[in-house]
């Protein structure tokens, strides 16, 4: 199976901007969708952004115009920007890749924007 690491997390201050990334052990070109979740404490883990291969992406209300997922399939890479950052978005951000036969999750990176 594919892993996958998140990097990019860290401290930053509201209004700030981060760029997480997600590295993929192999080839990422047979993954038919591939997203960012985020949990925050004591809340459940949910949608931020997904890219399908076509390119189709989707974006949680809360942060539509703010945050912009990108695939690299050249390099197995995935990418969230996240611009405009608010306390609200602090919590742990997971990658993950649907593939044909399984579904790979990383094992997060933690966002917090405080001042």
């Known amino acids: 199976q594919v892993q996958l690491v998140e990097s990019g997390g860290g401290l930053v201050q509201p209004g700030g901007s981060l760029r997480l990334s997600c590295a993929a052990s192999?080839?990422?070109?047979?993954?038919?969708?591939m997203g960012w979740y985020r949990q925050a404490p004591g809340k459940q883990r949910e949608m931020v952004a997904t890219r399908t291969f076509s390119g189709m992406t989707n974006y949680a209300d809360s942060v539509k115009g703010r945050f912009t997922i990108s695939r690299d399939n050249g390099k197995n890479m995935l990418y969230l920007q996240m611009n405009s950052l608010n306390p609200e978005d602090t919590a742990v951000y997971y990658c993950?890749?649907?593939?044909?036969?399984?579904?790979?999750w990383g094992q997060g990176t933690q966002v917090t924007v405080s001042s």
């Open positions: 993950t890749a649907r593939f044909p036969s399984h579904e790979s």
């Open positions: 192999g080839s990422i070109f047979s993954a038919n969708v």
